[in-house]
């Protein structure tokens, strides 16, 4: 007979974390042992891992958060600073390792959720800009309760007025809590602040100095759109603009006398890991929110001119047979458990790496499988071979993974 756990006792004989059918079974005696394995740990060897899953080459990793160090030399001289984004892994842990990897470059991180936000918190990443814009009272509220965890400093993006009421009723839900505010500049077809609207922004900038518990910080000003431009001259032109926008709305906050005497200067935040040399060379950002540069992807792999990131984040996954029907794929292929449920596609397939170096094409078959063919008349390879795809595109790829 199966005796109760003590958590069993404390709810009266019966554990409210269990599903139904876990407490009937426990009733009857029948508790299942059966443990829940995470595909791999740190240091295994990675024909031991249990695909499909991501694995992270750590010492690639750490060379790109070497080489943006380098990169960024000329721009921190000017006082300028890294503020990670963390989207791409939405990892406390890897956060942390950037932050003490870029140690005196590097202040805080940015976040694209408040879920995001909450997690670095708790994870003992303190210093937060969410680079979003919320619309609902609840996240707002959210959002102030977190910055009342000690030590915590949380940053927001507004561009309306109606945002900066939902930040106002949650300050008053929650008494002592606090928000760094960013007024976005929608540069791109995204959120923000017309970029001709520079009287918009005068309008929230001075409302916000005269509220209790909120600091101007700056203007938000993100080209999401020029990160994948293909080259360089492509990138650049974009980030001109931008740029120009930028200096269009600082010009009339200072006209306006904004920030006032004794206050901070404002900054000017935004740029991504196609264009940063743009952004950092602009003379107008203070601080750079680039997130990819840790992981690289096969979309940003296809942009020229740009700066050679090692690619440290793959799906690994396992070749299941090898088949000669033809069918979508053509001709004789493998198949393996690499599907959408494992890799986005929103910016192409994967790209499979050949153990034996030639190239290989993938083709998807649906949620759990894809195809492996051979394009310079390499041979299937055996079941069980291991191969490791580089994701279009890594953030929503991370995504799919627990």
Not at 144 to 169: N, P, R
Not at 209 to 220: A, E, P, Y
Not at 238 to 252: E, G, W, Y
Request: glycine fraction near 12%; charge should be neutral; include cysteine.
């Amino acid at each position: 007979m199966t005796s109760l756990l003590s958590s069993d006792r404390q709810n009266g004989g019966r554990d409210r974390s269990r599903s139904p059918a876990e407490q009937k079974n426990l009733a009857l005696g029948h508790e299942a042992h059966v443990e829940v394995r995470v595909p791999g740990t740190v240091g295994q060897e990675v024909d031991t891992l249990a695909s499909p899953c991501l694995v992270l080459d750590l010492d690639a990793f750490e060379k790109n958060c070497a080489m943006m160090n380098d990169i960024l030399q000329s721009f921190a001289a000017k006082g300028g600073m890294l503020r990670p984004h963390t989207k791409p892994h939405k990892s406390s842990t890897l956060a942390l390792q950037q932050l003490k990897a870029h140690g005196a470059l590097a202040r805080g991180v940015c976040c694209q959720t408040v879920r995001e936000a909450e997690m670095m918190v708790r994870g003992g990443v303190l210093d937060v800009l969410l680079t979003n814009i919320i619309a609902d009272a609840s996240q707002a509220r959210r959002l102030a309760q977190l910055s009342l965890c000690k030590g915590a400093k949380v940053g927001v993006c507004i561009d309306s007025d109606s945002v900066l009421a939902l930040l106002q009723d949650a300050l008053v839900a929650f008494p002592g809590a606090s928000f760094d505010i960013m007024l976005e500049i929608g540069v791109a077809c995204r959120t923000g602040i017309e970029p001709d609207a520079t009287s918009v922004t005068v309008g929230l900038a001075t409302k916000v100095i005269k509220m209790s518990g909120l600091r101007l910080r700056g203007l938000q000003v993100y080209q999401g759109a020029a990160q994948h431009l293909r080259t360089s001259g492509e990138r650049g032109q974009a980030i001109l603009k931008t740029v120009d926008t930028a200096r269009k709305h600082l010009a009339a906050l200072h006209e306006a006398g904004i920030p006032g005497p004794g206050s901070p200067e404002l900054i000017v935040s935004g740029g991504g890991t196609g264009s940063l040399p743009f952004e950092a060379e602009s003379g107008v950002y203070h601080e750079l929110q680039c997130g990819s540069y840790i992981f690289n992807d096969a979309d940003y792999a296809r942009n020229k001119e740009q700066f050679a990131w090692q690619q440290s984040l793959f799906v690994l996954g396992t070749v299941l047979g090898s088949y000669s029907r033809a069918g979508v794929v053509g001709g004789p292929h493998n198949v393996v458990d690499v599907g959408l449920k494992t890799v986005a596609f929103d910016s192409g397939a994967p790209v499979p790496l050949s153990p034996s170096g030639v190239r290989m094409e993938y083709v998807n078959l649906g949620d759990e499988h894809g195809a492996i063919r051979f394009v310079e008349g390499g041979q299937p390879l055996a079941a069980g071979t291991r191969i490791k795809h580089i994701p279009g595109h890594c953030d929503p790829t991370v995504n799919l993974h627990d």
